[in-house]
């Protein structure tokens, strides 16, 4: 199994940015797609960002495109969400999760493994 630790979260103003994190405790081989969902209470959870770690091609939602980057450091075995230009509706829990392709990227049923989410706070 693969496990995934997810830091970075915080509260900022509308406006600010963060950059997010996840760590894989063991190396994540190359085949693999990265991904970040995020939940808000009482919404569906909703898929962010994907990266397949073989080229680093990447895959947005259209809610966040243009604001949000996903990328990754090999050598650290880790992903990373820089969110910029954050909204109030940004607000979730956001999580990690790991895959191996190829996916349906926006299905969270596809990802087979899992962090515990990071708190994700934007205020006006």
């Known amino acids: 199994p693969v496990e995934l630790a997810e830091s970075g979260g915080g509260s900022v103003k509308a406006g600010g940015f963060l950059r997010l994190s996840c760590s894989a405790r063991?190396?994540?081989?190359?085949?693999?797609?990265m991904a970040w969902f995020r939940r808000d209470s009482g919404k569906e959870r909703e898929a962010v960002a994907c990266i397949y770690r073989a080229n680093s091609e990447s895959y947005y939602a259209d809610s966040v495109k243009g604001r949000f980057f996903i990328f990754q450091d090999i050598a650290k075995n880790t992903v990373y969400l820089q969110m910029n230009s954050l909204k109030p509706e940004d607000t979730a829990i956001y999580y990690c999760a790991a895959s191996r392709g190829p996916v349906l990227w926006r299905q969270a049923t596809e990802f087979s493994y899992w962090g515990q989410g990071t708190q994700v706070t934007v205020s006006l």
């Open positions: 063991e190396y994540v081989d190359r085949w693999m797609y």
